[in-house]
């Protein structure tokens, strides 16, 4: 392969080792399916620069009227929320010996980027710190404990919390969470969530409201969180410009303490990063799910 003038330019296009947009699509679209908040959530075009979206904060108030008296009137108020775009980025560093084979090397990058960027994006929003301002997470939601013998009920006590800012129509569960699921059963023992313990493995809707699963939200503690429920349409994500690849096969690429320098251990890395947002109306209308007993 022969070298460019500078090597930090090296990328997607070089020759011998070019992902085409539709093979970037599809690792950004597994990006997606990784991400149970961008399953759960409305996403919003989201330019570099952010943007401000407009929200309705209060509705207008009918009333009742006598006849021929003058009718009320009642205005809906307005507010806006700020989205900015902060960006993931990963660094994976490959051996030469890996580029003779292409495909090896694409579903490779299709198996581990979309977990990277997915789960670095719900551990955020989950249960993180904001980057940034204009950027909502989830961790100060009230917590609601689903553990115990009745399950069930502890639930819809949930439902009811979510309920006074707005309709639960999403549950997004750990695999310790959905192990809770499973677990709930009626007073004679079968399972109260699934229709069949030898069919199913996994628990798709609750209360009417369908179950995401993410691996990436867990979160040990005095409870451990194992879950997160609210109203997805008051959530809003968005993407600039999806997923960026670069590659270089001479940089000096600092991992910790060390550094590698790509062309004396002849190897190559590839950079992927993206730029994301994340906001909620009313952090209110979600809960956090914990495994404590109630």
Not at 101 to 112: G, K, M, P, Q, T
Not at 114 to 135: C, E, L, R
Request: overall charge negative; hydrophobic content about 40%; proline content about 4%.
């Amino acid at each position: 392969m022969a070298l460019a003038t500078n090597p930090i330019d090296i990328n997607r296009n070089t020759t011998g080792l070019q992902l085409t947009p539709q093979q970037s699509r599809e690792i950004w679209a597994g990006a997606l399916e990784q991400s149970a908040v961008m399953r759960l959530a409305q996403r919003v075009n989201l330019p570099g620069s952010g943007i401000t979206i407009p929200i309705i904060t209060g509705e207008p108030v009918a009333d009742f009227v006598a006849e021929t008296a003058e009718k009320p009137v009642s205005e809906a108020t307005f507010g806006t929320k700020d989205m900015t775009p902060y960006k993931i980025a990963v660094i994976e560093i490959f051996s030469n010996e890996f580029r003779r084979d292409f495909r090896a090397l694409y579903d490779e990058l299709v198996r581990r980027l979309p977990y990277a960027i997915g789960s670095k994006f719900d551990a955020t929003v989950f249960g993180g710190t904001a980057p940034g301002s204009g950027f909502d997470v989830l961790t100060g939601a009230t917590a609601v404990a689903i553990g115990g013998t009745n399950t069930y009920a502890q639930l819809v006590n949930a439902y009811t919390t979510v309920g006074a800012a707005g309709r639960l129509n999403g549950w997004a569960m750990s695999p310790q969470g959905e192990g809770i699921l499973l677990s709930a059963t009626d007073q004679v023992g079968h399972p109260l969530l699934i229709s069949s313990a030898n069919n199913d493995r996994a628990v798709t809707r609750v209360l009417g409201a369908r179950v995401e699963s993410s691996d990436h939200l867990y979160k040990a503690g005095t409870p451990n969180v194992v879950g997160y429920a609210g109203d997805w349409s008051q959530a809003r994500y968005g993407i600039v410009d999806g997923i960026k690849l670069a590659i270089s096969e001479e940089a000096t690429i600092n991992t910790g303490t060390e550094q590698v320098n790509l062309w004396q251990r002849n190897c190559f890395a590839v950079r992927a990063e993206a730029e994301v947002g994340f906001i909620v109306k009313d952090a209110s209308a979600f809960v956090k799910l914990t495994d404590a007993t109630n």
